[in-house]
């Protein structure tokens, strides 16, 4: 990145800070200098070719993207333009946790979903979708892979008992009534909050590489039935209103037609989205995802039933109403998850998609792990909590954690915030990080016991809930 900073801007940078892992397998760092910029290396060729043709391709458009300002000379890396910190779906957080959006965040989301029409259309024209990650165009594998991924990532994960042949028979139909829909559009194929960046209050574009040629529906349905959103319904149609609005500058679709269609792209959209929440989820833990399925659900449950597909529909049904069933037992208000973990293997992740939170460094405190009666024994043994103790530096630290918690629960549960994490690093993972979360837990559920305290020793592979 060093190198690729000098080569464009003719000075080494002050200073490279790696910034947080995202969903994908890229890695990201903000480069300080005369210009700050954001240095991207990629773990595949085709996937860093597509993006950065596209950027140019729209930057040449005068559309919203990142300029590209240098690539190394084997494409695996390359600089961009910081559009800042600001994401939307950071800027709307107070509205996603209480389900009640503010006029400014209306306003924000209002200008991202009318810009979408403009970044499809005019960003189609002239683009060499030969380029397109990991296919050029929206076309019947695309749909089969999506519906597979529901099949096998949730369905059968879910230990679902369905009959194989009348749900594929159902998807046939339903891949048949997809491909009928032609647009010769750009399909942004991941158009959320988290790729859109503010700068002054206007959306800017990113993450766009996975798009493709396709149908426009597929992005409005991504946006306004995004799974964590809680729009409500009246914002939901105000949303779609603004949309067809832009959309008549491109194209005229009378409005049955349009609701039709957008209909039946948002059911497709909400079964691919199931399918990544039972593999991100239910296979690789991610506890964010898991919490994304119950909202899925719900969203699905609006749509129902699609007479087209009758057997897909009871299928469906049934997981709608167990969805209903098991609200019941699902938490509500605020979460506070806790973790105890190893700085070798790295901060944990938000889950939730909130960010935020604490992260305390306890390697200050004295080590347990340094003597040998204690390195098989961890923060929850007597023997360890009697040594921390008798040394008292643990108690102090924790009297300090105390009270900047306190003052976050007590502020979040006013503003109806949904999830709070705190987490405790040290060398192993295994003494102080364990004993200081295990008795921040404890506290937190003696001064809120109406808050829902998930506790997580990560090293440990232990998990309950206060």
Not at 144 to 158: A, M, P, T
Not at 301 to 324: G, K, Q
Request: net charge negative.
């Amino acid at each position: 990145m060093t190198d690729l900073y000098i080569k464009h801007f003719g000075v080494p940078p002050t200073s490279v800070q790696q910034l947080p892992v995202s969903g994908s397998h890229r890695t990201y760092y903000r480069l300080y200098g005369p210009v700050t910029a954001i240095g991207v290396v990629g773990t595949d060729p085709d996937e860093n070719r597509a993006f950065l043709t596209i950027s140019r391709h729209f930057r040449s458009k005068g559309l919203a993207v990142p300029e590209i300002y240098a690539v190394s000379d084997d494409g695996m890396s390359y600089l961009q333009e910081d559009l800042g910190e600001l994401s939307l779906f950071d800027a709307v957080a107070a509205g996603r946790a209480s389900g009640h959006y503010s006029d400014e965040e209306k306003t924000l989301l209002l200008r991202a979903v009318r810009a979408l029409p403009r970044l499809q259309f005019e960003g189609a024209e002239g683009l060499d979708f030969s380029v397109c990650y990991p296919q050029p165009e929206f076309d019947a594998r695309m749909v089969d892979f999506d519906l597979n991924y529901f099949k096998y990532d949730f369905l059968k994960l879910r230990g679902v008992e369905f009959n194989e042949v009348r749900l594929q028979d159902d998807f046939d139909r339903l891949r048949a009534d997809l491909l009928a829909v032609r647009s010769d559009t750009f399909m942004y194929r991941d158009f959320q909050g988290r790729n859109i960046m503010l700068r002054d209050g206007q959306p800017w574009f990113i993450d766009y590489q996975g798009g493709r040629k396709g149908p426009f529906y597929y992005d409005l349905a991504s946006f306004v039935y995004q799974a964590s959103a809680r729009y409500p319904d009246t914002l939901r149609e105000e949303m779609i209103e603004a949309y067809r609005e832009e959309l008549s500058r491109y194209v005229t679709i009378p409005q049955e037609r349009f609701r039709d269609q957008f209909r039946l792209f948002t059911l497709f959209r909400l079964l691919q989205v199931l399918g990544c929440y039972g593999f991100r989820g239910l296979i690789e833990k991610k506890q964010y995802f898991i919490d994304s399925i119950a909202p899925a659900l719900d969203n699905l449950s609006t749509l129902l039933p699609f007479p087209a597909y009758p057997y897909l529909t009871e299928v469906l049904s049934d997981l709608v109403n167990s969805n209903a069933e098991d609200h019941d037992d699902l938490p509500s208000g605020l979460i506070v998850d806790i973790y105890s973990f190893s700085y070798k293997k790295g901060i944990p992740e938000d889950e939730s998609g909130n960010g935020g939170g604490f992260v305390f460094d306890c390697r200050a405190v004295h080590n347990p792990g340094r003597y040998e009666r204690f390195k098989k024994l961890n923060g929850l043994d007597a023997p360890v909590i009697e040594f921390l103790e008798e040394d008292g530096e643990i108690t102090a630290f924790l009297d300090g954690v105390y009270s900047l918690v306190d003052a976050h629960v007590r502020r979040f549960l006013e503003r109806g915030f949904s999830h709070f994490q705190v987490s405790f690093g040290c060398t192993g993972g295994q003494h102080r990080s364990a004993y200081s979360a295990e008795h921040l837990a404890a506290h937190v559920k003696e001064m809120f016991p109406e808050v829902h305290v998930r506790l997580i020793h990560r090293e440990l592979g232990i998990r309950r809930e206060l």
